[in-house]
Every structure is written in structure tokens, then in C-alpha cells.
């Protein structure tokens, strides 16, 4: 028989009233809990604060930008360039689950807003063949909090070859 984990002892505390285990980790599985609602309520209802070329950045201080670990000859991104505040005029995002972005293969990302129209991001990749075409999407609040997407296949790729 295995032996059950201090968040595992924690929640069956919480849940029947009886603890099986220190206060201690009942309330640390608490705080754990509070920590990524509190997060959770602050990814809600968000408005684009400012589009530069490479990120956009959220009234909340998280930013969404593309990333590529380059090795020499290549190149893939998400191009930001065309997009203007107007773009975003009256739009918010619910960032606290994946659905606030669509991938669209062959092309880039469509972010879908609360209500509104979707806004769609072009995603470019050119490269010689021989090194990675790997593109991800990267929502960060620069304070702990990263989640990654695999948007590889959201690109108009050029081969230089």
C-alpha cells in the first residue's frame, strides 16, 4: 500500500473535517489554492495595455509574445507589427484558461476576446532545413507565472534551401 502525500492528506483534511496530518500542510495546500485563484481572478476581463513588434502587454501587467531558442540560420516569430491599440478598442481577454487564442496552421494565432471580434496574429518562419522551426507562445506576468503554447505549426514557413 502507498503512502499518501502531505497534499493528498491535506485535501482529505479539508474535505472531511478530520486531519490526518499537520495544520501546517492544510494550510500551506490552502494558501497554494488561494495563491492560484487570486492569479485565476486577475487574468479575467483584461484589456491590451500597449502592442509593441514583439509582445503585447495586458492592463495586468502579464505580456504574450512569441519565442524561438534560434540556433543560427533561422527565424520564427509572431509578427505584431501590423497591429495597432485600435485593433484592441473595446476588447477583453479572458487569459485564466487556454481558450483566449485559436491556432490557425499555416498561419499564426487568432486571440479571441470575451466579446467582440477575434484579432489574428500572422506567425513567419523561414530557416535553411537543418535547424529547428520550433515556435512557441508565451503568456508571463515576469513574476513566476509562464505558461507556453507549441504554436510550431502556426507559421508561413520559407525554406532557404
Sequence with gaps: MKKL???QVA?????????????SDI????????????LKLLMKNLKVLRVCSEVLE???????YSEHRQDCCEDHYLSF??????????????????????????YGIELIPIEGHSVKIPGYGSNNGYYSSDLELVLTDDKGFTKEFDI??????????
Design 27 to 38: 494550510h500551506r495546500l490552502a494558501e497554494k489554492l488561494l495563491e492560484r485563484t487570486k
Design 58 to 64: 495586458f492592463e495586468n501587467g502579464f505580456k504574450l
Design 11 to 23: 485535501i482529505i483534511g479539508a474535505y472531511t473535517g478530520i486531519t490526518c496530518g499537520p495544520f
Design 5 to 7: 502525500t502531505k497534499e
Design 152 to 161: 510550431t505549426e502556426c507559421q508561413s514557413q520559407k525554406d532557404w534551401a
Design 81 to 106: 507589427d501590423d497591429l495597432s491599440m485600435d485593433d484592441f478598442d473595446g476588447l477583453q481577454f479572458d487569459l485564466s484558461n487556454d481558450n483566449f487564442f485559436k491556432k490557425i496552421e499555416g
